[in-house]
């Protein structure tokens, strides 16, 4: 289901009230979860804590996470963590201002969820590449430690076309690794190489290529005749990522 305005900020409200947000009240919150593109239930604190981050360190956007008690380890109830917050002497303010502070922030942060604009900076991300009769067929995005795709596409082109696959980060993803593997289902190829460069020019005709160790075999759940994966940690936007392979001749 898609995210209600309304429903949303009101559902950020009360997960401030409180000991602030918790799996139990955030699993009940459908209007955040479907905002954050509906991840599984271990991974919706983390995801939510990541939206809220991402507001930035100004005292503003300090106060929200105070209100949600987030890396807090005792955060008794919502007037306390306002009283406590407003008292440092970098902030001197009262419960009143604070609470300004966080409406004004909670809205952004409702805006921000709803455009898609807030990026998820925890995940480890997995793009895996299905390759058969020298073509992409099937490609599957998701986080790596759930298993579950988050998107999918199937190849309608049957011809093959060029023997590499190219990605770039979504707008809203800021995974702290990626991670793209290739199963090559029917044959090995002879050789493959990994690139990452920022524009396509330097993504094809750059000496940045590093040769991939493809090993027999698929992985589990997964036959295949061979595969190969290759990692980059705290992965740019707007950045070409991508595995490029040859087959053997006559093949």
């Known amino acids: 289901m898609a995210a209600d305005p309304r429903q949303l900020e009101a559902e950020l409200k009360r997960l401030r009230r409180d000991e602030g947000r918790t799996l139990p009240k955030l699993i009940a919150s459908p209007n955040v979860r479907a905002a954050l593109g509906n991840p599984p239930d271990a ?15 100004d005292l503003k956007s300090l106060a929200l996470k105070n209100a949600y008690a987030i890396d807090l380890r005792e955060p008794a109830n919502l007037t306390t963590r306002r009283e406590t917050f407003g008292a440092q002497q970098a902030v001197d303010r009262g419960p009143d201002t604070i609470q300004n502070w966080e409406d004004e922030k909670l809205r952004e942060l409702a805006t921000r969820l ?25 490609v599957a995005e998701g986080e790596a430690e759930s298993g579950r795709p988050m998107r999918q596409w199937a190849n309608p082109v049957p011809e093959p076309f060029l023997p590499a696959f190219l990605y770039q980060l979504p707008d809203h993803l800021r995974p702290s690794r990626l991670t793209i593997t290739a199963l090559f289902l029917d044959q090995a190829p002879a050789r493959a190489w990994a690139e990452a460069a920022g524009d396509l020019l330097a993504w094809t005709c750059g000496d940045g290529r ?24 705290d992965p740019l936007p707007g950045v070409f990522h991508g595995i490029m392979w040859e087959w053997k001749p006559g093949s």
Request: aromatic fraction near 4%; avoid cysteine.
């Open 43 to 57: 991974a919706l604190t983390e995801r939510f804590d990541a939206a809220v981050t991402s507001l930035g360190n």
């Open 210 to 233: 590093q040769q991939l160790t493809i090993t027999d075999g698929g992985i589990p759940g997964i036959e295949a005749a061979a595969h190969g994966a290759v990692h980059w940690d």
């Open 114 to 138: 709803l455009s898609g604009a807030v990026p998820v900076t925890s995940t480890r991300l997995l793009v895996a590449v299905a390759v058969a009769a020298s073509r992409i067929q099937v």
